[in-house]
């Protein structure tokens, strides 16, 4: 069975502080793949990265950048100088590569507050 | 507009009553996904479609609901007999199906149908 646990369940901070959410996730895959999604107040998610298993280089991209660690089963997600629009719930997900690779595990889900 | 697309948005209803979603997939997309979202929480996956034929669905999807994709492009989801527990966010995504040699195509979801049941 595959699972994703975000411990924060809503983060709070103020324009420009760096922040980071948290997953963690439990798989016995020896391949996976692992997601971050975005979903604004509009509802829809959006795709923000897709890591191999294999590949635990580190990923920056802009103002996001990810923190792969198969050791730990972690796959954190920093926002660096956070901007109101960064506002959302984050979810990290996961899935098995292979056959099965369609079936998206998601965390529940942090709740990020970006204040002005 | 070349998203994933789904309607209604909304749709409140009584409980015993039987509700229908539609989806459309981005046009290419050959695999089309349902997932339900309760408040709180994380999508949960429900079915997926490749094409026409429906390859997998989940143990949350009870008897009372059904899904079709019958020319493998839009899809509907059915919720008949609707229960106060059905009341969620509905969220339909596709991609491409991997070729051989290729990893993963990956999901692009519509802004979801947030059902009530009263």
């Known amino acids: 069975a595959q699972k994703v646990t975000q411990a924060q369940t809503e983060i709070s901070v103020v324009e420009k502080e760096d922040v980071t959410l948290d997953c963690v996730y439990e798989?016995?895959?020896?391949?996976?793949?692992l997601f971050w999604y975005k979903q604004p107040p509009s509802g829809e998610l959006v795709f923000l990265i897709r890591?191999?298993?294999?590949?635990?280089q580190n990923e920056i991209s802009g103002r996001y950048s990810w923190n792969f660690q198969k050791s730990t089963s972690s796959f954190n997600f920093t926002i660096t100088a956070s901007q109101v629009v960064d506002s959302a719930v984050y979810f990290c997900?996961?899935?098995?590569?292979?056959?099965?690779?369609?079936?998206?595990?998601f965390g529940k889900g942090t709740l990020l507050t970006v204040n002005p | 507009d070349t998203g994933v697309s789904q309607d209604p948005r909304h749709k409140i209803t009584k409980r015993g009553q039987n509700v229908t979603f539609r989806c459309d997939p981005i046009?290419?997309?050959?695999?089309l996904y349902w997932y339900r979202q309760t408040l709180g929480q994380g999508p949960e996956f429900l079915t997926y479609f490749q094409n026409e034929a429906q390859l997998e669905k989940s143990r949350l999807l009870s008897d009372r609901f059904s899904a079709e994709r019958p020319k493998g492009s839009f899809s509907t989801l059915e919720i008949q007999r609707t229960e106060q527990g059905d009341s969620a966010m509905y969220l339909c995504?596709?991609?491409?199906?991997?070729?051989?040699?290729?990893?993963?195509?990956?999901?692009?979801f519509g802004p979801g149908t947030r059902l009530t049941v009263l």
């Open positions: 997900a996961l899935s098995p590569s292979g056959g099965s690779n369609y079936k998206l595990t």
């Open positions: 890591r191999n298993s294999f590949d635990e």
């Open positions: 798989t016995r895959d020896t391949t996976y793949y």
């Open positions: 046009s290419e997309h050959n695999r």
């Open positions: 995504a596709s991609s491409l199906a991997a070729l051989a040699g290729t990893t993963y195509n990956e999901q692009f």
